[in-house]
C-alpha cells in the first residue's frame, strides 16, 4: 500500500513512519523542509517538498497514493491562533480536496481527545457534543476540520476516518517533561486523570483503520485501558511537589479527560500493547 503522511517530522510522526516502512508500506513524507527529514529518507521514505499552506504543491504529494495518514497540526501550545485555524483547518481542507481529485481510497485524518468539553458524566464517545466555538484554538479547529471531511464523506462519499488521540507518550517523546511545568499554570487539578496512548498503540490503531473496511465516515477514540491521575504522572518524573496549587478544592468533574474507546475495540478488535503508563514504564519504553 502507497501512503502519504503529514507531519512525519513531528513527534508522532517521526515514530510512526519508521514502524510503517518496517511493515513493509511504500509511505511518502510531505514535508516543507526537506532537510528535516534526512533520517527517514534513509530509512527510505520518499519525501515530498510541500506545504498545506500551498495548495498548489499538494496534487504531487497525493498522486499514485493509496492512503493519506494526515498528522500535520499546530497545537494548543502555540499563541499564534490564526495559525493555528490555517493549519489545522484551512490545511486538513486542502489536502482532502487535492486527495479527492488524486483518487486517494482512503483518508486518515488525526484529531484529539481535545475536542471535548466537561460534564458528561461519563467517559467522552464519540458521538457526544463538541463545542466548535471552543475558545482554545487548537480544539475548535480541530472539530472544524473534522466536520468538513464528514461533510465531504456525505457528499462526495470520500472514505473518512477519524481517529481521535489520547494523550500520546513513549518511545523518548518529550511531551511528558513539557507538560508538567504547565500544570500549574493552567490550574489543572491533581486528582485529575489524563488519558494516554502509547506510541506503540498510535501506530496500531491508525494501521487498523487503513484495512478496515466498513469504518467510512466514523470517529474514533483512542487511548489505553487505565487513565492516570495527574498527581501520578508528575510524582513519577519526580515533580508532584510544584505541580499543583497546595490550596486547590475537590476535584469538579471525575470524567473529564477520560476517552471511552469501547467502539475502537468492538470494531477493529483493537487492545492496547501498552494498556498503562506503568506499563510502558516497567517496559522501559518511556
Do not use: W
Not at 86 to 115: H, P
Request: some cysteine.
Amino acid at each position: 500500500m502507497k501512503i502519504l503522511v503529514t507531519g512525519a517530522t513531528g513527534k508522532v510522526g517521526s515514530r510512526l513512519v519508521p514502524r510503517m516502512l518496517a511493515k513493509g508500506y511504500d509511505v511518502s513524507i510531505l514535508v516543507r523542509d526537506a532537510a528535516k527529514a534526512s533520517t527517514l529518507a534513509q530509512l527510505g521514505a520518499r519525501v515530498v517538498v510541500g506545504d498545506l499552506f500551498s495548495p498548489d504543491t499538494l496534487p504531487a504529494a497525493v498522486e499514485g497514493v493509496d492512503a493519506v495518514i494526515h498528522l500535520a497540526a499546530l497545537f494548543r501550545t502555540f499563541t499564534d491562533n490564526e495559525g493555528i485555524v490555517k493549519t489545522n483547518y484551512g490545511g486538513t481542507v486542502a489536502l482532502a480536496n487535492a486527495s479527492i481529485t488524486a483518487g486517494v481510497k482512503r483518508f486518515v485524518f488525526v484529531s484529539t481527545g481535545n475536542v471535548y468539553g466537561s460534564g458528561y458524566q461519563h467517559p467522552a464517545r464519540e458521538d457526544d457534543k463538541v463545542n466548535i466555538n471552543d475558545p482554545r484554538a487548537y480544539s475548535s479547529s480541530k472539530i472544524a476540520a473534522e466536520q468538513e471531511l464528514l461533510s465531504l464523506h456525505k457528499i462526495k462519499d470520500f472514505d473518512v476516518r477519524v481517529l481521535r488521540l489520547g494523550f500520546v507518550y513513549g518511545d523518548k517523546d518529550p511531551h511528558i517533561e513539557e507538560i508538567i511545568p504547565l500544570l500549574k499554570k493552567m490550574k489543572r487539578h491533581s486528582g485529575s486523570r489524563m488519558h494516554m496512548v502509547h506510541h506503540l498503540d498510535v501506530a496500531q490503531s491508525l494501521t487498523l483503520l487503513l484495512h478496515t473496511e466498513g469504518l467510512n465516515g466514523e470517529i474514533f477514540n483512542v487511548a489505553d485501558d487505565a487513565p492516570i491521575t495527574l498527581y501520578e504522572l508528575a510524582d513519577s518524573v519526580g515533580q508532584a511537589a510544584d505541580a499543583f496549587d497546595p490550596a486547590e478544592g475537590p476535584l469538579a468533574d471525575p470524567f473529564e479527560g477520560i476517552l471511552d474507546i469501547s467502539k475502537l475495540r468492538s470494531t477493529t478488535c483493537f487492545r492496547p500493547l501498552v494498556p498503562s503508563y506503568y506499563v510502558g514504564r516497567d517496559l522501559g519504553i518511556l
